[in-house]
Antibody, heavy 119, light 106 residues
């Protein structure tokens, strides 16, 4: 069974950085791309970017360039999202997701990690 | 980037009613995908490649469309369908979502 287990909620100060994790089970992350999606409180979904864990290649939505860094550790089957220079605009739930085995859509989602930026 | 515009933003319906929500793309896309989200939960995969229901999705749901215009229809709304529905395109980067249609039950 495919599962994506995300790290716990974070309370961070403005200007700081945070690194979120997404540990996969039921499949090898090297066999697919791992994506991250942002959802601000009471707002819609925004695609941040994705990584190909097989070679480390990444692609981002331009609006997240410089804000988000996606990495992966194939030895632990885990993808990471690092967010830097945090502001209140970064307060959100962050989801990891992967596409389906056949169709290119977000067939599997993690439970989400709430990041709260507050002094 | 391809902008997806969903309408209406809020849809109010009575149980048993037929409802349709739409998603319009700023450029033509090959397929549209839909997700259902309830408060406090992750989005659930709902309809993929325009018209294919994900596993476990009731048959009262259907999807259709092509090019720049897509829709999700519920033939007879039930209380459990109250949620926000998001459309999403995978035709070009960056991947984008619509702003969502919130379905409320009267």
């Amino acid at each position: 069974e495919v599962q994506l287990q995300q790290s716990g909620a974070e309370l961070v100060k403005p200007g700081a950085s945070v690194k979120l994790s997404c540990t996969a089970s039921g499949f090898n992350i090297k066999d697919t791309y791992m994506h991250w999606v942002k959802q601000r409180p009471e707002q819609g979904l925004e695609w941040i970017g994705r990584i190909d864990p097989a070679n480390g290649n990444t692609k981002y939505d331009p609006k997240f360039q410089g804000k988000a860094t996606i990495t992966a550790d194939t030895s632990s089957n885990t993808a990471y999202l690092q967010l830097s220079s945090l502001t209140s605009e970064d307060t959100a739930v962050y989801y990891c997701a992967r596409k389906g085995d056949v169709e290119a859509w977000f067939a599997y989602w993690g439970q989400g990690t709430l990041v709260t930026v507050s002094a | 980037q391809i902008v997806l515009s969903q309408s209406p933003a809020i849809l109010s319906a009575s149980p048993g009613e037929k409802v349709t929500m739409t998603c319009r793309a700023s450029s033509s896309v090959s397929y549209m995908h839909w997700y259902q989200q309830k408060p406090g939960s992750s989005p659930k995969p709902w309809i993929y490649a325009t018209s294919n229901l994900a596993s476990g999705v009731p048959a009262r749901f259907s999807g259709s469309g092509s090019g720049t215009s897509y829709s999700l229809t519920i033939s007879r709304v039930e209380a459990e369908d109250a949620a926000t529905y998001y459309c999403q395109q995978w035709s070009s980067n960056p991947l984008t979502f619509g702003a969502g249609t919130k379905l409320e039950l009267k």
